[in-house]
């Protein structure tokens, strides 16, 4: 199986479920400004029509894109672990929160990452996507996760968004429970690894020996 990412794109929620249900995968590293593989330059749309990240190719060939459906993907590879089963009113649940969080605050998002968005304009995106924070905050004031008490591939989504504010400079302080959220998520070890393996942070120091 084979993860073609960019480091700190929405490529990272599929990392991250892919290191939380322990599945063995080979990472493919793509140039997004050039849509090239970063190891040796050949054409990704030639892989990936659509261009751009994530993109999951099975051991049969097959490839899947989207966020949301590779998440799925994921998940039901080991049942149980990373979301409830298929067709329960739980899994419906997480699916409103994956939908939410890829149409509310991915695309949201994206127009701050486009050099041709207006400076004025900029304000009014973070103003309509701050009150789907405040929504996405409200909901975690209560509990670790968003559908409760485990992580699930709706947490690894959100995380990787709202990771943005690194990049897209806008301040998390503005919602503490999401703030801790974050905390929380970046400190499971699946989490860190991934971080690391992106070069989003340094590793963890080695203990000195005693």
Same mark, same amino acid.
């Given at each position: 199986? #084979?993860?073609?990412?960019?480091?700190?794109?929405? @490529?990272?929620?599929?990392?991250?479920?892919?290191?939380?249900?322990?599945?063995?995968?080979?990472?493919?590293?793509?140039?997004?400004? #050039?849509?090239?593989?970063?190891?040796?330059? @050949?054409?990704?749309?030639?892989?990936?029509?659509?261009?751009?990240?994530?993109?999951?190719?099975?051991?049969?060939?097959?490839?899947?894109?989207?966020?949301?459906?590779?998440?799925?993907?994921?998940?039901?590879?080991?049942?149980?672990?990373?979301?409830?089963?298929?067709? @329960?009113?739980?899994?419906?649940?997480?699916?409103?929160?994956?939908?939410?969080?890829?149409?509310?605050?991915?695309?949201?998002?994206?127009?701050?990452? #486009?050099?041709?968005?207006?400076?004025?304009?900029?304000?009014?995106?973070?103003?309509?996507?701050?009150?789907?924070?405040?929504?996405?905050?409200?909901?975690?004031?209560?509990?670790?996760?968003?559908?409760?008490?485990?992580? @699930?591939?709706?947490?690894?989504?959100?995380?990787?968004?709202?990771?943005?504010?690194?990049?897209? #400079?806008?301040?998390?302080?503005?919602?503490?429970?999401?703030? =801790?959220?974050?905390?929380?998520?970046?400190?499971?070890?699946?989490?860190? =690894?991934?971080?690391?393996?992106?070069?989003?942070?340094?590793?963890?120091?080695?203990?000195?020996? =005693?």
């Amino acid at each position: 199986m #084979k993860l073609y990412y960019a480091p700190a794109a929405c @490529s990272f929620a599929p990392h991250v479920a892919l290191r939380e249900a322990g599945i063995p995968f080979e990472p493919v590293k793509v140039d997004l400004r #050039k849509h090239v593989l970063a190891a040796d330059g @050949s054409d990704y749309y030639a892989i990936n029509p659509k261009g751009y990240v994530p993109l999951l190719e099975l051991d049969n060939g097959e490839r899947l894109s989207e966020v949301a459906v590779i998440l799925q993907y994921i998940a039901d590879r080991k049942p149980g672990t990373l979301a409830p089963a298929f067709g @329960s009113l739980e899994r419906y649940r997480q699916m409103e929160w994956l939908n939410f969080v890829a149409t509310e605050l991915h695309k949201g998002l994206a127009p701050l990452w #486009k050099p041709t968005t207006p400076e004025d304009y900029k304000p009014v995106v973070m103003d309509a996507v701050g009150r789907r924070f405040d929504f996405v905050a409200q909901t975690l004031r209560d509990r670790p996760y968003l559908t409760g008490d485990r992580f @699930s591939i709706a947490d690894a989504y959100l995380f990787t968004i709202a990771n943005w504010h690194q990049f897209l #400079k806008f301040d998390l302080a503005r919602w503490p429970a999401l703030e =801790a959220f974050q905390a929380r998520v970046a400190a499971r070890p699946a989490v860190h =690894a991934a971080l690391v393996a992106e070069h989003l942070v340094k590793p963890a120091p080695k203990a000195a020996n =005693a």
